[in-house]
Every structure is written in structure tokens, then in C-alpha cells.
């Protein structure tokens, strides 16, 4: 892949989307165009141009707003994946059974209801309703309360 322009803040796959962004940033004050994309190379041996997935890179033409472009762009792609997480979740059917942290008991909650905090019928503490698509792989969580060393608690 050829070295990028620096006010390159999006490269699109398609041309829906990259007009799509460019208004996205203009109505956001920041003006910006598709970047013209050389042809590929030709081969000497084969006469034959390699192949390559098309794409429209996006140019901030203002460099001074190329870190607010990209800003707004992380902001706009964060909201849409919880508009389509939301979704996906509520469009869940059938239950799903979670257990209390504080009583330990089991609670029936429709499906809908996975990725949420909700109040234990039980003992009235909150207790998480487990979602299989919540990666939390990358979270630390830190030290139990305590000693920061061992974890140990008083």
C-alpha cells in the first residue's frame, strides 16, 4: 500500500461512501475531497495491471482541521455501533438466566434484557445480565480492594 497523504482521515470502499463522509465533514465545517487514486502499475513481464481493491481515500483540504476530521469520524463510527448493537438487541427473542452477585440466585430475564444492569428481584442489589457479544478481553479491572500488592483484602 503507497504512503498516505497525512490529511488522509477515511479511505472508503465505495463511492456512496466516501461522498457520504465528505458531507458528513462539510456539515461539520470542515471541507474535504476524494483523493485521486494513481492507476496500478503495469507489469513489464505480463502487460498486465496489478490488481487492487478499489478505494477512495478522503483529504481534509485544511490541514488544520485534519484532527478534528478524524474526531468527529471516531464519534460517528463509535454511535453507529451502538445504534447497531441497541438493535441487535432488541430485536433478541426468548430468555436468558443470570446469577446475583450479591445472592447468588438465578433470575429469568427476557432476552432483550442481555448487556444490561438490572435490580435482583431477590435481594434488590444490581446484578449484570451477561451478553455473549461483550468482549471484555480488554479490560483491566485492576486490584481487588485492599492491598494494591497482593490483592489480598483486610
Not at 20 to 45: K, R, T, Y
Not at 79 to 107: I, L, Q
Not at 115 to 137: F, I, K, L, N, Q
Request: aromatic letters at 4%; charged letters at 30%.
Amino acid at each position: 500500500m503507497p504512503d498516505r497523504d497525512p490529511r488522509t482521515v477515511f479511505v472508503a470502499d465505495n463511492p456512496r461512501l466516501a461522498e457520504a463522509v465528505i458531507q458528513l465533514l462539510a456539515a461539520n465545517g470542515i471541507p474535504a475531497e476524494i483523493e485521486q487514486v494513481p492507476p496500478a502499475p503495469v507489469s513489464a513481464l505480463t502487460g498486465m495491471s496489478e490488481e487492487r481493491a478499489e478505494e477512495f481515500p478522503i483529504l481534509v483540504t485544511e490541514p488544520k482541521k485534519v484532527d478534528e476530521a478524524r474526531e468527529l469520524l471516531t464519534l460517528a463510527e463509535n454511535k453507529t455501533a451502538v445504534y447497531v448493537m441497541a438493535e441487535k438487541r432488541a430485536a433478541r427473542t426468548g430468555d436468558v438466566t443470570a446469577t446475583c452477585e450479591e445472592c447468588g440466585k438465578e433470575s429469568t430475564w427476557p432476552a432483550k434484557a442481555m448487556g444490561t444492569t438490572e435490580v435482583c428481584p431477590h435481594c434488590g442489589g444490581y446484578m449484570d445480565v451477561p451478553d455473549p457479544d461483550d468482549d471484555w478481553s480488554d479490560v483491566d479491572f485492576g486490584t481487588e480492594e485492599g492491598d494494591e500488592e497482593t490483592g489480598a483484602k483486610e
